[in-house]
């Protein structure tokens, strides 16, 4: 994977800066086959690496409680940029910026966006260093480029699975949304939070395509599941039990007005909410969802019950409309 | 479930006598659809209960990460007896005991062990109680009973998933095993830990069926992983993250054996071990797993890679015949 920097040398000054012994490695699942490479140069570097075999889908999901547990001076963590605020084992974000060339992709993106002149900009951190010369080929084909800057997040443009602030800041001045990055996730989440057309301009595969159709399919389903919860009589509440996903608080309050609204109501705590999972309480007809939003939205079709965000929940209690919530946007919180 | 005791009245007095405000209340898998029944009437106690919906193999499996996490001041762990020796957080167990009547099991299994006289019997800890009477039943049809007490475990005659340490004390002075619980992972374990026959006594279906043609199916899978594993380069050992299974000690030992001859390891640590999670690592040959051995053993067919035990790695690293191997017991630790 050379399409990667991996920052091998500033990973080498950080371990003998901290004088790590050993150290936990994290990987988002794209990522993770580099784990054993990049873990036997992090040993000559004078350290025992151990990588961490969990599922890792954002920077939500630090190691911390088993870094700790394993007695781990240091975690590297690759892909993400920082999330939780303080970290309670040091950390080293490796953000792993693709080195690619953008312009291709783009260009094909265009062509998709004849019908739009103000454009949107959204990315991961992967890419988050190509937004200034996307915005001069946008601008030298006469568009006029936006990119929104809330500082939620760490850089300009940037959106993550769950937070897309940054394009839901100037979605009210575009027409439409460029998205620059591989596969249709996190565009999907553009189109989600905005409900603007969403073109992605994908580097990997030097291509571009629309994930309009994906994001209507979504809306739909999302409608179809609120109403099935809706008849629903026993409610489940899931806690996510990932450092950056813990919501205790909101559940609470979930399940407050979910009883005051006749439903009975049980909390579950989880680190991976999955169908298996949830197929172990059959009693339960529908849950509410406070960790990783994304489950609820790209994992509905593999449940089996409805699994609703939080402000879906407000819509079964009857405290939010289902035309209100699609104006703010599926994703937000 | 009325085939169990939970043991309402003593949780009861439990949560009253530690004021408890809050607790995790965690569940293995076949007790799971009783958790919110169970919640229900927790928190009529007056306690926020919340229901752990991470998988739970063994009391090894204790979810204190996971209470810490949540504020939460006392874990009701049903379904196991007592394990780690000291827990963080304060914690009840309620074994669930099974209320079954056991004699028609154990009449039909007597009908398949006519050829042995001396019977070894095993239970897990919902049927610890019957034991007396399967003894009696069995002494009446002519046999010699043994029942091993090492004290490794709570009770006589107990097993878990992961010790037979009770039937293995016994295994040379009897001729087969009687097994009495549900299922066949338990007696599969005493089978591949004492090569005795074993004959399971349910309870729950009033059957009785005899292990000892998966057993030698087992032998037969663990033979060819540990071959398959021989001609590895790469390799990943495993360590476990739940407070019973972590072994870092172990696997660090592992890994330096593994090295000594001519490989190249990898140390890859994780809550829970699946197919899933290995194969993000493509790069690895074969994996030596120090969580819990059962993972190796049960699922080996899932695996798409070899998963050996710590033992079955000796054997690769050529200090210890898969002959002796088989003789220690196949889950020996």
Chains 1, 2 share one sequence.
């Not at 990987?27 to 990588?51: D, H, M, S, T, Y």
């Not at 007695?71 to 892909?79: A, E, F, K, P, S």
């Not at 990315?123 to 915005?135: A, K, N, P, S, Y």
Request: net charge neutral.
């Amino acid at each position: 994977m050379k399409q990667f920097d991996f920052e091998e040398e500033r990973v080498k000054q950080e371990i003998l800066k901290l004088g790590a012994k050993r150290v936990l490695i994290q990987f988002p699942e794209g990522l993770k086959p580099e784990a054993p490479r990049l873990a036997k140069i992090v040993e000559k570097f004078g350290v025992l690496p151990i990588v961490s075999a969990d599922p890792c889908y954002g920077a939500c999901d630090l190691a911390t409680a088993e870094a700790e547990s394993l007695g781990v001076d240091l975690i590297i963590h690759y892909g993400h940029s920082k999330l939780v605020k303080h970290e309670r084992v040091p950390t080293i974000y490796v953000e792993a910026r693709a080195t690619l060339n953008v312009f291709g992709a783009v260009e094909k993106a265009l062509s998709m966006m004849e019908k739009w002149r103000k454009i949107g900009l959204a990315t991961t951190v992967q890419h988050v260093q190509t937004l200034d010369e996307v915005r001069e080929i946008l601008i030298h084909a006469g568009k006029t480029v936006a990119i929104g800057d809330t500082r939620r997040l760490n850089y300009p443009g940037q959106i993550i699975g769950c937070d897309y602030s940054n394009a839901i800041s100037i979605a009210k001045n575009v027409e439409a949304f460029l998205f620059v990055g591989g596969g249709q996730f996190h565009a999907l989440g553009v189109a989600l939070s905005t409900s603007k057309p969403t073109i992605v301009a994908d580097p990997y595969d030097n291509t571009a395509f629309s994930v309009n159709r994906e994001a209507e399919k979504v809306f739909k389903q999302r409608w179809a599941s609120v109403e099935e919860a809706r008849k629903g009589k026993t409610f489940g509440v899931l806690v996510g039990l990932k450092p950056g996903q813990k919501r205790l608080e909101e559940a609470l309050k979930v399940k407050e007005q979910l009883e005051q609204n006749g439903k009975t109501v049980h909390l579950f705590a989880g680190k991976e909410i999955t169908p298996e999972v949830l197929m172990e309480f059959p009693t339960v007809d529908a849950f509410v969802n406070t960790a990783c939003p994304r489950l609820s939205l790209d994992d509905a079709t593999k449940f089996k019950k409805p699994v609703l965000t939080i402000n879906e929940a407000l819509v079964v209690v009857g405290k939010l409309s289902w035309e209100e919530l699609c104006k703010r946007g599926l994703l937000e919180s």
